[in-house]
């Protein structure tokens, strides 16, 4: 658990020591005296409390995805277009971002339609 996921006054164990979150960012020990807590510090919490759920996973629809894509791959084709001097370089770059187009949809476990 994150320090900044407990309540103030929530005990917890930090390098093997007792303390209680007094501030957002301090917390004072058992022994007297306060520590500031790193954010990145994981924490085991005390008196039961148990930790968050975890975020929901996000999810994208496979339509969505595929609808932006699309779009993307319509203006980086736009720029593929002849309208360099270099004939033989833009068919190049075409073949190259078809390539890239494939790969992508294959990582998804999809074939391009």
């Known amino acids: 658990m994150k320090f900044q996921q407990l309540p103030l006054g929530a005990r917890f164990e930090y390098e093997g020591k007792i303390y209680v979150k007094s501030g957002p960012l301090t917390a004072s020990s058992q022994t007297g005296g306060q520590k500031m807590i790193p954010r990145f510090a994981v924490l085991r919490p005390l008196d039961g409390q148990p930790p968050p759920p975890a975020p929901p996973a996000r999810c994208l629809e496979e339509v969505v995805v595929r609808s932006a894509f699309d779009a993307f791959y319509a203006d980086c084709l736009g720029l ?34």
């Not at 001097?85 to 068919?91: E, G, H, T, Y």
């Not at 075409?94 to 949809?105: D, G, M, N, Y």
């Open 80 to 113: 593929c277009q002849d309208q360099e001097s270099d004939v033989l370089r833009a068919r190049t770059r075409r073949a190259l971002l078809e390539t890239a187009r494939e790969r992508f949809f294959q990582a998804l476990g999809k074939a391009p339609e």
